[in-house]
């Protein structure tokens, strides 16, 4: 069994940065695509960001395009999501999971983390 633990959650003012950060304990981590997801009270879980094994090809919710970076570290095995030009839509439970491929739907995720909250206040 594999566990992913968010952290780097928190409060932000509007256009500000946060770097939320994900450990992994999930066997053969490097064979994993991994991504960000994000939920509201209320909303299912939304796609924000992904990446595959190959550090190379990356997907961005339209949302969030230009201002979110994706990025992963097979050495350390985490994978995290650096948060800039916030706003308040932003404002959410920000989930990280692992699966085999960089999908956009959460039902291809293997493994998820336990989600961090960012607030984005105006």
């Known amino acids: 069994q594999g566990q992913l633990v968010e952290s780097g959650g928190g409060l932000v003012q509007v256009g500000g940065s946060l770097r939320l950060s994900c450990a992994a304990s999930?066997?053969?981590?490097?064979?994993?695509?991994l991504a960000w997801f994000r939920q509201t009270p209320g909303k299912g879980r939304e796609f924000v960001a992904a990446i595959e094994r190959d550090y190379i090809s990356l997907a961005y919710a339209e949302s969030v395009k230009g201002r979110f970076t994706i990025s992963r570290d097979d050495v350390s095995d985490t994978v995290s999501l650096q948060m800039n030009s916030l706003k308040p839509e932003d404002t959410a439970i920000y989930y990280c999971?692992?699966?085999?491929?960089?999908?956009?739907?959460?039902?291809?995720?293997?493994?998820w983390g336990q989600g961090t909250q960012v607030t984005v206040s105006s």
């Open positions: 999971a692992a699966g085999k491929w960089a999908a956009r739907t959460e039902s291809e995720y293997d493994y």
């Open positions: 999930v066997p053969t981590f490097r064979t994993y695509a």
